[in-house]
Protein backbone atom coordinates (compact mmCIF):
# COMPACT_ATOMS: atom_id res chain seq x y z
CA UNK A 1 0.00 0.00 0.00
CA UNK A 2 3.11 2.34 0.60
CA UNK A 3 4.42 1.43 -2.71
CA UNK A 4 0.92 2.45 -4.49
CA UNK A 5 0.79 5.72 -2.91
CA UNK A 6 4.34 6.61 -3.19
CA UNK A 7 3.91 5.59 -6.91
CA UNK A 8 0.80 8.12 -7.11
CA UNK A 9 2.66 10.97 -5.54
CA UNK A 10 5.82 10.69 -8.17
CA UNK A 11 3.39 10.66 -10.87
CA UNK A 12 1.74 13.61 -9.50
CA UNK A 13 5.06 15.10 -9.46
CA UNK A 14 5.87 13.95 -12.71
CA UNK A 15 2.49 16.36 -13.55
CA UNK A 16 3.41 19.12 -10.80
CA UNK A 17 7.42 18.77 -10.22
CA UNK A 18 6.79 22.28 -7.54
CA UNK A 19 4.15 20.84 -5.51
CA UNK A 20 5.47 21.18 -1.69
CA UNK A 21 2.78 19.30 -0.99
CA UNK A 22 3.36 16.13 -2.69
CA UNK A 23 7.11 16.69 -2.04
CA UNK A 24 6.36 15.98 1.79
CA UNK A 25 3.70 13.46 1.27
CA UNK A 26 6.62 11.64 -0.78
CA UNK A 27 9.21 12.16 1.99
CA UNK A 28 6.90 10.82 4.38
CA UNK A 29 5.90 7.68 2.59
CA UNK A 30 9.63 6.98 1.85
CA UNK A 31 10.03 7.47 5.88
CA UNK A 32 7.20 4.94 6.58
CA UNK A 33 8.51 2.26 4.29
CA UNK A 34 12.61 2.86 5.59
CA UNK A 35 10.65 2.24 8.89
CA UNK A 36 8.48 -1.18 7.71
CA UNK A 37 11.91 -2.48 6.18
CA UNK A 38 14.10 -1.60 9.16
CA UNK A 39 11.47 -3.23 11.43
CA UNK A 40 11.14 -6.25 9.14
CA UNK A 41 14.69 -6.68 8.77
CA UNK A 42 14.99 -6.84 12.68
CA UNK A 43 12.18 -9.56 12.82
CA UNK A 44 13.77 -11.47 10.08
CA UNK A 45 17.27 -11.52 12.75
CA UNK A 46 15.02 -11.94 15.66
CA UNK A 47 13.84 -15.27 13.99
CA UNK A 48 17.28 -15.85 12.58
CA UNK A 49 18.49 -15.90 16.48
CA UNK A 50 15.91 -17.99 17.63
CA UNK A 51 15.93 -20.76 15.41
CA UNK A 52 20.14 -20.73 15.79
CA UNK A 53 19.12 -20.54 19.65
CA UNK A 54 16.77 -23.91 19.55
CA UNK A 55 19.47 -26.05 17.04
CA UNK A 56 22.00 -25.26 19.36
CA UNK A 57 19.80 -26.46 22.15
CA UNK A 58 18.90 -29.74 20.31
CA UNK A 59 22.28 -30.53 19.70
CA UNK A 60 23.00 -29.80 23.09
CA UNK A 61 19.95 -31.80 24.10
CA UNK A 62 21.29 -34.77 21.70
CA UNK A 63 24.64 -34.79 23.20
CA UNK A 64 23.93 -34.54 26.49
CA UNK A 65 21.73 -37.70 26.13
CA UNK A 66 24.30 -39.20 24.23
CA UNK A 67 27.09 -39.02 26.89
CA UNK A 68 24.95 -38.91 29.63
CA UNK A 69 21.58 -40.68 29.43
CA UNK A 70 23.29 -44.34 30.32
CA UNK A 71 24.80 -43.56 33.76
CA UNK A 72 22.87 -43.73 36.85
CA UNK A 73 22.54 -40.56 38.78
CA UNK A 74 22.87 -40.46 42.58
CA UNK A 75 20.60 -37.75 44.40
CA UNK A 76 22.81 -36.27 47.28
CA UNK A 77 20.17 -35.20 50.17
CA UNK A 78 22.11 -32.83 53.05
Known amino acids: MLAEAREYC ?3 LQLDPNNEDLKK ?3 Q ?3 KI ?3 EK ?6 KAA ?3 KVWTLNFEL ?3 VFD ?3 GCMEVTVFVY
Not at 39 to 44: G, I, L, W
Open 60 to 62: FSC
Open 48 to 50: AEA
Open 66 to 68: NCF
Open 34 to 36: SEK
Open 10 to 12: LKG
Open 29 to 31: IGL
Open 39 to 44: HEAQVS
Open 25 to 27: LDR
